[in-house]
């Protein structure tokens, strides 16, 4: 009998505390040095990308041919280009497109994948089967491909490359926020709603959305990181942001390409921000998951 | 052994930061030295030449298509005039007193002469020419009903058809008699078709496939054995070839490869026998891996690009705008530090035409000197004191050439306020738009870099009613002399009317020509005969030289 009690109590269900997410995300960052570095590495280029007119010691598209190809030195620490333009001042504007592009990209694949996604599984039905086989076919071109269509039907520019990018982003967005969206749906709180006779948009707005944000968030951070690598990889191939303008991926190809062998920074340098980036991002969107996993919001 | 995601991640980001330090931290300032003393000219072997081997070349052009009358572009013509021949050709390399020998020698026609009035030219040909024993050829006979058949095609569409249509009929009183009556005299009939893009194709051809874009057969001393766009070219060895024990390499493999530094490894490891460099660092580059290089320091009697204006139109069909912006460019620093002095200052005419020294600053007249407070005043005047906004488009030929147009966005903004945005375009739609004409603002155009005759780059280029006036120069005074000159068959009147059409042109900035590079040749210790010549590179135009070349291993 004694033993029947003890385990009556084992099985009680304990008062739980659910914390924020942004606590909850703090916490993690804290614990592991991963996360952390990764933030860091964000606000650096968050930083760099506000702070460029301060930062930078030169005009990034002052030339001055006469100090052309110059190897990283005091005056200049990232070396000069082709035509004797500071590479430190270039890289630290760079960070600018990259952010842009990454925000407009990822906020446009995103907010319409989401809109999509939430459709679909909410509706469910026909509309779902519709548009989920339009997200399949987009989905069957390899990404750059698609990017690089898009932009050769437009015209190449920055925002062309950026609408390129967000049509990449929105049928993967899409297919995570339906998935979300169909859990959620079989929640008691989604069905008590339905029953008391809330509108299909307080229920979508109020009861659901909230729910998927969090997996919305975390793959946005992780595209971001993309996004930044597919920009770079349409400037290099010469359909993204056009000369003068200082993009990382530009950089690369129109002058680290030609000139590696006679100036590895102006390779190096452009390589080693986008690959900081998106390392970072990456990492960024690894620590999210681990703060906003369900399993793991929960403290006690 | 496994690694996590994470894992990966951390050992390649520590990996890069350390391969970037290892690499800076060797490097010091680039201090390239000036020009090395190589020479001009090499030339050719006098050792009896070696039969065989494979010639390989490493290529930063690709044919947009293989149809000879509807594009003259390089892609094409670096092998086009070594599968098919002309009537006439210019010199080889064994056969010229220099580099700018630009004297004309029998191919298919055996001689040429013209009725005094210049307006019928007469052309024996050869006989016993075969063309290649491929089918539907199969090695007939090549006779003057073909290059009658030919020119008439040349005529009817293409880019082609503004020369040939100056012809107003043809006869063949015999096999190997063709007769040609011009509509107007032109003394530089034999010229036109001695350029490297009038190549006589085959009618059976055209007639069997509709057009040329698929095959290729000539009466040249090489068969087009494979054509992989994007890929490869492989050119075997014809063995009926007219000329007995040419050419002498077994085969001619063209490589496509766009990218210099793929270009450079190539000829590095050997996989490229010949290879076009820009600047001496270049060079000097190259030299450090393979010292035992032979390296050839051309001179370029003009430049092929230069800023094309919208000239029909405002604000560039006012002189002073397009003079008040040629004044705001500083040539002369591109020529120091893009191409590192081994440049020229640029102009559209080879001067070797009009005077027997290369063109200074000066003697280009004042609208192309650097004076930026005068061109600032001047596009005042033109009612534009605080400048314009405009855009330009290009296609990358080599990777200095974006260096150039970067600075002279510079200084247009700076002197003029100028505001110019750049697209640069792939080839294929940068050469479409630019060639089709309709476009606004401001281009890097061309003039194609075939052009060895006189009229070509004169007449062709730059009459108002010429298919080839990509600068959409529309100049009465133009017209009159160049028009004059094709009918002036003495060569100093020749040479004094010419230096009035490049006066006119530069007192009217008509064509804004930009800096080019002088070039160096590198090829393999063991290649013969391969110089380039004036306007006629080896690897581009000028390939019909890869006939005389041999290999001495």
Known sequence: MATVTARVSDFEVEP???????RALWHVIRRKPLGMASAVVLLLVVLTAIFADIMAPYDPLATQPEIRLSAPSRAHPFGTDDIGRDVFSRVIYGSRISLWVGLL????????????????????????????RVMDAIQAIPGLVLALAIVSVLKPSTTNAMLAIAVVIIPGNSRIVRGAVLSAKQNRYVEAAQAIGCRHPRIIMSHILPNVTAPILIIASIWFGNAILIEATLSFLGVGTQPPTPSWGLMLSSTGRAFMEQAPWLAIFPGLAISLAVLGFNLFGDTLRDAWDPRLRRQG | MSASRRDFLKRTGWGAMGLTAAAVAGRTPATWAATAPYPEWIPASTKPPKRGGVLTRASQWDPPLIDPRLTQSVGLFQFAGLVSSRLIRYSFPEEVSGPSDLSLKPDLAESWQSSPDSRVWTFKLRQGVKWQNVPPLNGREFVAADVKYCFEQYAKEGVQSFNFREIESMETPDKYTLRVHLNTPNVFFPQSVAESVAVIFSREVLEEDGDLKKR???????????????????????????????PYVDEYVILSTPDTATRFAAFRAGQSDFVS????????????????????????????????????????????????ISMAIDRQKQVDTVYEGHGIIGWGVPYIY????????????????YRPAEAKKLLAEAGHPNGFTTTLFYYEYFPQMTSQVQLVQSDLKKNLNIDVKITKLDYTTYYGRYVEGKWDGLSWGFQSGHAVGLDERTYQYMHSKSTKNFFKVNDPQIDELTTKLRQTPDRAEQAKITKKIVDREFDQVLRM??????????????????????IRRTDAYGSPTIARVWLDK
């Not at chain 1, 739980?16 to 942004?22: A, K, L, P």
């Not at chain 2, 005077?355 to 004042?366: E, H, I, V, Y």
């Open chain 1, 16 to 22: 739980t505390e659910t914390i924020s997410r942004t």
């Open chain 1, 105 to 132: 990209a990822v906020g446009i694949g995103t907010a319409v994948g989401m809109w999509i996604g939430l459709l679909c599984g909410y509706c469910e039905g026909r509309l779902d089967l519709t548009l989920q």
């Open chain 2, 216 to 246: 290729m057969i000539g009466t040249g001393p090489f068969i087009l054995k494979e054509h992989n766009r994007k890929v490869r070219i492989v050119l075997t060895r014809n063995p009926d070839y007219y000329d007995k024990g040419r």
């Open chain 2, 277 to 324: 460099l820009a600047t001496p660092s270049e060079a000097e580059l190259l030299r450090k891996t393979n010292p035992n290089v032979q390296v050839q320091a051309y001179h370029n009697t003009l430049t092929p690009f230069g800023v094309a204006l919208a000239q029909d139109r405002p604000p560039f069909n006012d002189v002073r705008v397009r003079r008040a």
């Open chain 2, 354 to 369: 009009y005077q027997d020294k290369q063109p200074t600053a000066k003697d280009l007249g004042p609208w192309w000197q």
């Open chain 2, 513 to 534: 020509w930009m800096p080019y590079d002088n070039g160096f040749l590198m090829v393999q210790p063991y290649m013969r005969n391969g110089s380039p010549l004036a």
